[in-house]
């Protein structure tokens, strides 16, 4: 039986802000854009989101609920440098790490001798090298898979540690939300409940055969999650399936022309990011991401070899699919060889 622990840590970004200036602790604070350029919420504090401010939440819209908001622009090498002392922690226990992003970690312990073996008091000491080492706090799950390991993590947030034993298991999924699981999104859950199905015992009753008869793909992952089930492996190397280039716009853009203005100069950004990692003929395809003003969004990818010009016409069917939709995001997209993370680079064109 595998012993995984995931780590996330508590409002990274914003916690990291108020290790530095104390006096931001008791106040409203969020990492994100201006609010008068169309910024996006990063990451706030828990003060913040008492007044309901969240990730992913335009800037604009945080401001008005909660005017007292500190919103600041963020210092990524600082964030940088702090993540690179937390992977130095992970790595006294185990060299099986794989990092999901800067804050956030899997790790395998089911060989590390420390702690007599137990990867709940690991899970305890790395939790409190963090708070001692680098003044932050973190939320850590401990399970016998990835899948339920970050599930676990959530469980206790913030600043907190939960176990989910083999043996607890099948009770734990029983009774989560469909909606719970990842990969299952607010669409496909409301799918799901259409059909009667809210719970992983709802899904049970139905049976696997029937779950990949009626849901395909989604199905075949059903029937594995509902159960507890979850083979992947604790990756510590991660190679990059696809380089990608993106702007959030100054201001909602209708026709294509204008679109395209804007892919144009992207272009270049794209060729060269993607020219350090293979030659463009060892590319295997292309695509454009495209995000409505409903923060609604879209990627159109096709197989194959590297042509720019291409990308007009990817547009074309992205914009048809958007079906009038104003477009607040435009990204470009190209598949390498191989298998791994997606690597993308947010640029401010305004």
Known sequence: MRKIIHIDMDCFFAAVEMRDNPALREVPLAIGGSADRRGVISTCNYVARRFGVRSAMPSALARKLCPPLVLLPGRMAVYKETSRQLQAIFLRYTDRVEPLSLDEAY??????????????????????????ELGLTASAGVAPNKFLAKLASEQRKPDGLFVIRPREVDEFVRQLPLGKLPGIGRKTAQ???????????????????????RFGKLGEMLAGRIWGHDEQPVQAQRTRKTIGVETTLASDVLDEAACWEVLSRLIPELELRFARACPAEALMGQGIKLKFADFQQTTVYRKGSYQAARFHDLLHEGLLRAQGKPIRLLGLVVGLPGAGEINQLSLDLS
């Not at 059909?195 to 049976?207: F, I, K, N, P």
């Open 107 to 132: 790790l395998d312990v089911t060989d590390s001798p420390h702690c007599g073996g137990s990867a709940t008091l690991m899970a305890a000491e790395i939790r409190a090298a963090i708070a001692l």
């Open 191 to 213: 799918r799901l409940e259409s059909l009667g199905l809210y719970s992983c015992e709802d899904a049970r009753q139905l049976g696997n055969e029937e779950l990949v008869s």
